[in-house]
């Protein structure tokens, strides 16, 4: 039986950092699936720069490379990954793209309905435009992948409820070969560049991005103050202090912090290196993941990764998504969240990253089948 080709065009702009990680993981999972692997070859399309993340896969799946910024250097990968491909893997018609020329070859995937739940995020044209394109997908009749139950209940419900070729597929956090940078020296290292040595502290890991709620944080923490301002818990944010979608977002989060007189409590970080990131995620008390929503998470799933507690929104997606060392608390309620953290704080917590990299493993042998049937459907 001839080997069957999928590319995966690595072309996520803006600074939707998960979406190229989404992309790895979803590889991670073809290439440890030895079924997959006797069916389906990945090709994968991405700029020099992104090549380390992919490296890892060079012996099972074909890398094609362009320089960073050059459009024709970009536009003869495409075209040449195309060529070599029976599908192509994250197809998208937010702008004009050569994939847009062959539709007949697209698997269409769609992380979230984030725009359904909250427009108000959003500017008009862009809710309009998401839900053009989920239309036109609908429409099209090709292979569909979905995250998740959640996300697959709002398509159903808001698209075509009768649709058939739809798959979810769950995805891990393939950072094993990442972790491997995360020693004992990068975590000593990081912690003295952040001013965090010898503190015990707990970390929020997103982008200030809106919908990511870290409101709720902000005003918890307010709340602990107010009973203790004693306390040495200390509360490390990172990501982009930026969200385009509302300029006075992050304003607002620090008009909170200055009112209830709570900076020596708060480190904002900014977006740090994977690797520091990493490193703090290990070294923290537990991970705060307080998002009003989510397709299907990263940052729980390189919480799973790393065994650590997280105190988690109680929503959907992250209700399918838990694992049993994730603790739910109500997402607009910054009481609830005050009441876990004092909870959590007063706790040892014992991290195995040895059992959190056996348990990515096996998940991802379970996620892979979805993707499997795919496969075999579309070689019927």
Known sequence: MQKKRMLFDVNISGDWIGGIY??????????????????????????????????????????????????????????????????????????????????????????DFQEIHYPEFFPAEEVEKRKEVSKRIAASGRPLVLSSEDSYRDFSENYDKNRKGRYIVHFVSAIEQELAAVTEEKCRE??????????????????????????????????????????????????????????????????????????????LLGFIDRTEQLSLMKCSEYIIQPSLFEGWGTVVEDAKVLDKTILLSDIPIHREQKSG????????????????????????????????????????REYAESMKEMIEDLSK
């Open 22 to 111: 989404y992309v790895r993981n979803i590889v991670f999972q073809m290439v440890n699936s030895p079924d997959i692997m006797e069916r389906c070859v990945p090709v994968i399309v991405c700029s020099d720069d992104y090549y380390g993340l992919f490296k890892e896969f060079s012996g099972c799946a074909e890398i094609i490379t362009y320089t960073k910024g050059s459009k024709i250097g970009r536009l003869k990968a495409v075209m040449k990954g195309i060529r070599k491909s029976d599908w192509i893997y994250r197809y998208s018609r937010y702008k004009f793209d050569p994939l847009n020329l062959l539709e007949k070859k697209a698997i269409y995937w769609i992380p």
């Open 190 to 267: 990081t912690l003295e560049k952040y001013n965090l040595t010898g503190k015990r502290f707990v970390l929020v890991a997103n982008q200030f991005w809106q919908h990511k709620n870290h409101m709720v944080v902000f005003r918890a923490i307010a709340e602990l103050y107010k009973k203790n301002k004693e306390s040495d818990i200390l509360f490390v944010f990172t990501g982009a202090k930026k969200d385009y979608r509302n300029e006075e977002y992050f304003d607002n989060l620090m008009k909170i912090v200055e009112e209830n007189h709570i900076e020596n409590l708060v480190s």
């Open 325 to 364: 060392k994730c603790i739910l608390f109500e997402a607009v309620n910054p009481s609830d969240l005050a009441c876990r953290i004092e909870e959590e704080s007063k706790k040892q917590h014992n991290d195995s990253m040895d059992r959190g990299i056996a348990d990515m493993k096996s998940r991802a």
